[in-house]
């Protein structure tokens, strides 16, 4: 049974890697049923690992799984009249409909707001681009190398290297946060249109840009600019000062340092001398002579393992954390604990472990209902029982190439 | 008028600091009344300033930090510390939909104000609790901080250059943002379920498992193969180029990526089509991939040539995914993102303006949201404790004097 808070909410998806498609998982990771639309070449995610044993399969592919599992997947080819004509039958079922293609893409796909509008007009279509649907770049084309970079985050982004700005580049986030972020901000927007939706009757167009979603991360910034003309450059070493990044005889850690944890800081030092002077006694002596007192802290630090200071800090209660590795992450009895992952079952990848959803909800918890979709896994069932096509109607369109 | 999607939605907001605010704000700015509860006890965090020290005039009203991220709002004062307050929250309740939270474990317990007492008075309220590590298992009472949560989750291991040290992920509060956003999200869930059942719930939000969610290619990579995902810098795994290359003048940078033959043919024609990239080692994606540290430093003469926004334009109009990397004050003064409105002014009472960024939408029917100043400490308590709550104007006088609105 399906127990989630979105049960019953009517989503198709036509989208491609991550944006779109973690925008739809968000969906229907609590229960929203989503029908997610491929070319029959498949979403590009198939193509890209993790793959079990590093073997590339199309139906193996980590990112790709766990981007979609409780959808349900159909392949058409928009290229094809009696393709294009199913795909306008679905967007006429749906109450809302997710894409991440550049507007003059959309447009040439037939899948852009106005053609949509005309067909349903209480449909919630959510475009999620990079620079989103107006302005001089917005058939600009983007990755997330692209959009952490014309957002100002990888400028942001404080890795100590990059004080050596003549050596280093401004340095992207991990992974795909800002495609990520894209398709989160995406859901936030879609649901609520959503509301609108079920009060007026009206849809609307969701123009989700991920370089703004990136940007509006770096607010305190930019409002620092704008009130005190403060122009951050990428050697700024303030963020050193209360939150530093600190090296142990095997590894790192990082602590969290504002005035009130001074005490209990040196006390797990052990008081030393130099802490006595004259001007660490008052807070704003403190603030001022951060320069002096770090080599002392950062000295200290090279003589200690990572696991002593972790129990010396826990004792102390300093807001501490090991710099940890995903192996030290995975072994954390509190996932456990907390009944994060979720374990799901794929029939040709067999089984793999995943992140769960960050926010538990006590009364519709929610749950993996089924694995990712195989290739067009669920042709017959969407185009039967949804759009009531024949048997006989499928295979004609099979062998027309239209499915 | 702007017709707003959460025009019919009243949240009661107790969170601090960034986080939480960053959560409501976007509520706000979908058309909720939000309602922050402050206190003249104790100053807000950041409130007044943006940089401690660069602003050498008093301001009048809130700007800095506190105006980033508390735009749109509503401001009452309460002084908790009084069960007088905590009644007067109670009679709130009735009005409110969804109440916020982002204190140690087990404050608003001991205030009596726990999701089972509130569900007492409202039978349907939706309350989101946000911590750094959820609000059971052994971690519920650690204190915790985003560079905590980044270093916690493993995040912070991913961030860096390949052959350099885990750095604190991107810009300040990188991990307070997301898990205001995924909890944005939880709460429209939550709400749509309400709508449709009658039935309010409990919202366990955790900062750790949010940033583990957003960027799950270690955890998938750990989970499949075993192995712990190298710090990659700029470098994708498949794809060369990728990388962020240096332009004309002083610390500008442009980023490039070609994921196909294609634009890889579109970069050869950007740059003249020099000798160098007709090689065999730069003939197909592996190759290049292979070779791209050369390959960068090839590219690199061509980019050093142009200024960053002009290298971009070109490679743009040449059909390669590129962009210039801007800093705060390109970002700020950015065309592309003025023309889209996503640049805002806010208009105080006495007519002075500041500027700020907007959140990341543009809706067809609802535009860019709603904007108000950041509200000043008690701005709205007429707005509150008269018109919704009909308290009489003797009752507000007493309950100020007793310091208990306040």
Known sequence: ?403 | MKKLPLSNIKVLDFTQVRMGPQMTQWLAVMGADVLRVETKLRPVPFQDVGRPGRLAEPVKYRIGYFASLNYSKKSITLNMKKPEAIELVKKLLKHIDVVTENFSTGVLDRWGLSYEEMKKIKPDIIVCSASGFGRTGYMKDAPAYAPIIGAYSGFCYDNGYPDGEPAEPGCRGWTDSITAEQGVFAILAALYHRNKTGEGQYLDLSMTESEIALSPESALEYFINGRIRPRQGNADPIIAPHNCFRCKGKDTWVAIACGSDEDWAGLCKAMGKPKWTKDAKFADAVSRWENRDEMDRLIEIWTTQHDHYEAMALLQKAGVPAGASLNIEELAEDPHLKERGFLVELEYPDKSTIHRLALPFNLSESGRGYFEHPPAPGEHNNYIYKELMGMSEEEIKQLEAEQVIY
Request: aromatic fraction near 10%; charge should be neutral.
């Open chain 1, 1 to 403: 049974m399906n127990d989630g808070a979105l049960a019953g909410l009517k989503v198709l998806e036509y989208g491609d890697f991550i944006s779109a498609p973690y925008c739809g998982k968000l969906l229907a990771d609590l229960g929203a049923d989503v029908i997610k639309v491929e070319p029959p070449t498949g979403d590009s995610a198939r193509q890209r690992g993790p793959f079990p044993k590093d073997i590339p399969h199309p139906e193996k592919s980590g990112l790709f799984l766990y981007l979609n599992a409780n959808k349900r997947g159909i392949t058409l080819d928009m290229k094809n009249a009696a393709g294009k004509k199913a795909f306008y039958e679905l967007a006429k079922w749906a109450e809302v409909f997710i894409e991440n293609y550049t507007p003059k893409e959309a447009k040439k796909l037939g899948i852009d707001y106005k053609t949509l509008h005309r067909i349903n007009p209480a449909l919630v279509v959510t475009s999620i681009t990079y620079f989103g649907q107006t302005g001089p770049y917005s058939d600009y084309k983007g990755t997330d190398l692209i959009g952490v970079n014309m957002s100002g985050e990888a400028f942001a982004n404080p890795a100590y290297e990059v004080y050596n700005t003549d050596h280093n580049p401004p340095l992207k986030l991990p992974g795909h946060a800002g495609d990520f972020l894209g398709g989160l901000n995406g859901a936030m927007c879609a649901m609520s249109a959503v509301f609108m939706q079920q009060a007026t009757g009206i849809g609307q167009h969701v123009d989700l840009s991920i370089q703004e979603a990136l940007a509006a991360m770096v607010c305190h910034e930019v409002g620092d600019y704008y009130d005190a003309d403060v122009r951050y450059l990428r050697n700024r070493e303030d963020r050193w000062e209360h939150s530093p990044k600190l090296a142990c005889k095997d590894g790192y850690i990082m602590m969290n340092i504002p005035d009130q944890f001074w005490a209990p800081l040196m006390d797990m030092l052990g008081n030393p001398e130099w802490s006595k002077e004259e001007k660490y006694q008052t807070a704003v002596g403190r603030h001022f002579n951060l320069r002096d007192s770090q080599p002392h802290v950062i000295e200290w630090m090279k003589h200690h393992s990572v696991y002593e200071v972790e129990k010396l800090a826990k004792e102390k209660r300093l807001p501490f954390s090991i710099v940890r590795t995903m192996k030290e992450v995975a072994a954390d009895k509190l996932f456990v604990e907390r009944n994060y992952y979720v374990d799901v079952d794929h029939k040709i990848a067999g089984k793999i472990r995943f992140p769960g959803a960050p926010c538990k909800f006590s009364a519709t918890p929610g749950k993996i209902r089924h694995a990712a979709p195989l290739l067009g896994e669920h042709n017959s069932e969407v185009f039967e029982k949804i759009l009531g096509y024949s048997p006989e109607k499928l295979v004609k369109m099979q062998q027309a190439g239209a499915i």
